[in-house]
């Protein structure tokens, strides 16, 4: 059974940062696009990067452009995103999400990890 699990989320005061791990079990790594997600009070759940672990292409939103990045540690079956420079703004619920092959959108990943909270103070 496949299983992501997010952590590395808390509080942080603006121009921080903090590092986001999900750890992921249940299927060969390679054969994967991990996502990360986001959904704030009030909002949809919206797109933040995603990371093929077969080949490394990876994919931002704009509102990560410049301040955060995803990377894999296969070895480790641990997707990470890097977030600096944080803001009121991102304050949210962080996901994490897989599926095959790649995509993008939150529509298209069907597997979710129960998230962990990134808190930005002003």
């Known amino acids: 059974e496949l299983q992501l699990v997010e952590s590395g989320g808390g509080l942080v005061q603006a121009g921080g940062s903090l590092r986001l791990s999900c750890a992921i079990s249940?299927?060969?790594?390679?054969?994967?696009?991990i996502g990360w997600f986001r959904h704030a009070p009030g909002e949809e759940r919206e797109g933040v990067a995603c990371?093929?672990?077969?080949?490394?292409?990876?994919h931002y939103a704009d509102l990560a452009e410049g301040r955060f990045t995803i990377y894999s540690d296969n070895a480790e079956n641990t997707v990470y995103l890097q977030m600096n420079s944080l803001k009121p703004e991102d304050t949210a619920v962080y996901y994490c999400?897989?599926?095959?092959?790649?995509?993008?959108?939150?529509?298209?990943?069907?597997?979710w990890g129960q998230g962990t909270q990134v808190t930005v103070s002003s």
């Open positions: 999400a897989a599926v095959r092959g790649w995509a993008t959108a939150v529509m298209d990943f069907g597997s």
């Open positions: 249940g299927f060969t790594f390679d054969d994967y696009d």
């Open positions: 990371i093929s672990v077969v080949d490394g292409r990876t």
